[in-house]
């Protein structure tokens, strides 16, 4: 009986995903089409940027001296979904900051990351996401920048990178 409304819970999630991102998918490709822009190949299906993970634990930096934090990650290890294929945008995710009251946790943010791999969204989308994400959480760092360095794609690098130093 458990096995059975286990399976039912399963079944539900599964068609609520899939809901959420045949609508999204809808809406993405209504929007580029708005701007002339047509899918290129076979079309996947992806989710909304809602969809990630929203928090990202954090633990408190109690010291005064004044250091730089940064994660990397190796290629492969950080990807999205171009919302005009489908297809996977890997890239490299460098996030480099000064604590102010907070830290981030790292099991965490491992987490939050790949709950990126499902959602499409354009490579400076995300950029701006994440930072924000991780503005909100550390609420105040010293300083945040966030960089998305990502693996050549029709032979155009692409770097997005956003530094808290130069936002008003």
């Known amino acids: 009986m ?3 409304q286990q399976n039912k819970i399963i079944e539900q999630q599964l068609e609520e995903t899939y809901k959420l991102a045949l609508d999204h998918t809808k809406v993405a490709l209504d ?3 708005q701007y002339g822009i047509k899918p290129d190949g076979k079309l996947n299906l992806f989710l909304p940027p809602d ?8 633990l408190p930096y109690t010291h005064k001296a004044k250091q730089v934090v940064v994660y990397e990650t190796e290629t492969g290890e950080f990807s999205a979904l171009c ?4 297809l996977p ?3 490299v995710l460098r996030i480099e900051y ?3 009251s907070w830290i981030v946790e790292l099991k965490s943010l491992k987490y939050y990351i790949l709950s990126w791999r499902n959602v499409g969204i354009a490579q400076e989308d995300v950029t701006a996401y994440i930072y924000e994400d991780l503005k909100k959480w550390l609420e105040d760092p010293d300083r945040l920048v966030v960089s998305t360095i990502y693996n050549v794609r029709g032979g155009i690098n692409t770097t997005c990178s956003i530094d808290s130093r130069t936002q008003g």
């Open 2 to 4: 458990a096995d059975l």
């Open 98 to 100: 000064v604590p102010g």
């Open 31 to 33: 929007y580029m089409a």
């Open 51 to 58: 969809s990630r993970q929203q928090e990202i634990h954090r």
């Open 89 to 91: 945008d890997f890239g």
């Open 83 to 86: 919302p005009f294929s489908g």
